[in-house]
């Protein structure tokens, strides 16, 4: 019996060793990460656009068109020819095995989209990580500082979405062919749990700032500073606990922005809401903010238009934030706007709608993503009833035409 406790103990021992040992040669590679924060850039001015389109308008189509049972989390970017190339995941089912990234364009004069097509798969992924990967996920697409395409995907290896970790390839010809992928070292712990939604900020210096969050052990949100190299070189902590995830990000100046996050936790149910002054080295504590959601997907996008009814008296940008408008369903995807950094939000105008008397999870609408294009226009893609990416673009004088509305009913929150 002696013997046997005896064995026992030199097993939990060598157990402890080694797992003291992985962590010192993990920490060892990304230990940088977690030491004083390198001196922030200011955040990158995006070029001013003019709507070239004065008549309001707004007209949806579907980005899909059913190549997979079920589709999920659109990104988009603006090609150099002005079309849209857009990207989402699909397969027979969220975190099925056959679960691919798509790709589809839309070509911008004959305002139409192409046929969409599988681009990476759970076998590119292992062939490029030298990893078993068991399925993929969220899509999030940027420009590099060289102006190549820099597409960020979800891989899992073990386990669910807890378990998670990061991968990037490149295009260098506008989306025709991409390069291997290459696993982002985000995490000091096996690299694991990091997960991607909300869109790509760009600093003076050409680092690129992504916005992550983690459910390992908690929910909260991260700011990852990557360099020309697709390397992370820092990471800040925005948020800490067990409520908050998926972070978008508001750059208002050159040294100013708000960030906004998914909420899962106790009533009221709120977008969470923070702000940096210093081009997010730093930020504030998360609070609740007056607008509702479900617990669902968020983005946001600053309107770069010169013109001057989207601005308001002291010159702040116009903010335009796409969520579901309800505490507990997503059975809307609404608009609302802000004029005082993000102090208070209009809701201007519900582009889908569907409130039923008994809810149907499969007929909701959620993670949207939005875009601003060169000619002023703005597009908006979403999941729709899990089955579509829908696309809605409007340009901004159908957007101040809702804000009219809104002023002239006192709609605020």
Not at 171 to 197: H, V
């Given at each position: 019996m002696t013997y046997f406790k005896i064995h026992i103990k030199k097993k939990e021992m060598l157990l402890a060793i080694g797992l003291i040992s992985l962590f010192i040669m993990t920490w060892s590679v990304v230990s940088p990460l977690f030491q004083q924060h390198l001196p922030n850039q200011f955040f990158s001015a995006a070029r001013l656009t003019n709507s070239t389109e004065t008549t309001p308008f707004l007209s949806t189509q579907f980005a899909s068109h059913e190549s997979t049972p079920e589709v999920h989390s659109a990104t988009a970017l603006e090609l150099d020819n002005n079309?849209?190339?857009?990207?989402?995941?699909?397969?027979?089912?969220?975190?099925?095995?056959?679960?691919?990234?798509?790709?589809?364009i839309w070509n911008n004069k004959a305002k139409k989209w192409g046929q969409e097509k599988s681009i990476l798969s759970r076998t590119f992924t292992r062939d490029g990580t030298a990893r078993y990967i068991r399925k993929l996920g969220n899509p999030v697409v940027t420009r590099g500082p060289d102006r190549s395409i820099w597409l960020f995907y979800?891989?899992?290896?073990?386990?669910?979405?807890?378990?998670?970790?990061?991968?990037?390839?490149?295009?260098?010809?506008?989306?025709?062919?991409?390069?291997?992928?290459?696993?982002?070292?985000?995490?000091?712990?096996?690299?694991?749990?990091?997960?991607?939604?909300?869109?790509?900020?760009?600093y003076t210096d050409g680092t690129i700032g992504l916005p992550v969050y983690h459910e390992l052990m908690g929910k909260f949100g991260e700011l990852l500073k990557l360099n020309k190299a697709g390397d992370v070189i820092d990471k800040i902590r925005l948020s800490w606990g067990k409520t908050s995830l998926q972070p978008i990000l508001f750059p208002t100046s050159a040294d100013n922005a708000i960030a906004m996050m998914r909420y899962q936790g106790k009533a009221?149910?709120?977008?969470?809401?923070?702000?940096?002054?210093?081009?997010?080295?730093?930020?504030?504590?998360?609070?609740?903010?007056?607008?509702?959601?479900?617990?669902?997907?968020?983005?946001?996008?600053?309107?770069?238009?010169?013109?001057?009814?989207?601005?308001?008296?002291?010159?702040?940008?116009?903010?335009?934030?796409?969520?579901?408008?309800d505490t507990e369903?997503?059975?809307?995807?609404?608009?609302?706007?802000?004029?005082?950094?993000?102090?208070?939000?209009?809701?201007?105008?519900?582009?889908?709608?569907?409130?039923?008397?008994?809810?149907?999870?499969?007929?909701?609408?959620?993670?949207?993503?939005?875009?601003?294009?060169?000619?002023?226009?703005?597009?908006?893609l979403y999941t729709w009833h899990k089955s579509?990416?829908?696309h809605s673009v409007f340009n901004t004088a159908w957007l101040s035409s809702k804000l009219s509305d809104t002023q002239q009913t006192g709609d605020s929150k």
């Open positions: 079309n849209i190339m857009a990207f989402w995941y699909g397969g027979t089912r969220e975190g099925h095995k056959d679960v691919t990234i798509y790709q589809n979800v891989s899992v290896s073990v386990g669910g979405w807890a378990g998670s970790a990061i991968n990037l390839t490149r295009s260098y010809d506008e989306g025709q062919s991409w390069s291997a992928p290459k696993r982002l070292i985000t995490s000091p712990f096996l690299n694991l749990s990091t997960l991607i939604k909300g869109t790509p900020i760009h009221p149910n709120r977008i969470l809401m923070q702000s940096s002054s210093d081009a997010g080295l730093n930020w504030t504590a998360v609070e609740k903010s007056t607008l509702p959601n479900p617990g669902a997907g968020i983005i946001g996008l600053v309107l770069n238009n010169t013109d001057h009814h989207l601005h308001s008296k002291n010159h702040n940008p116009l903010l335009l934030l796409a969520f579901n408008n369903e997503r059975e809307d995807m609404s608009l609302a706007t802000s004029v005082d950094n993000g102090s208070s939000w209009q809701v201007v105008h519900a582009i889908e709608e569907n409130r039923l008397e008994v809810p149907d999870k499969d007929q909701q609408f959620a993670y949207p993503w939005l875009l601003q294009t060169q000619n002023g226009n703005i597009h908006l579509h990416i829908k």
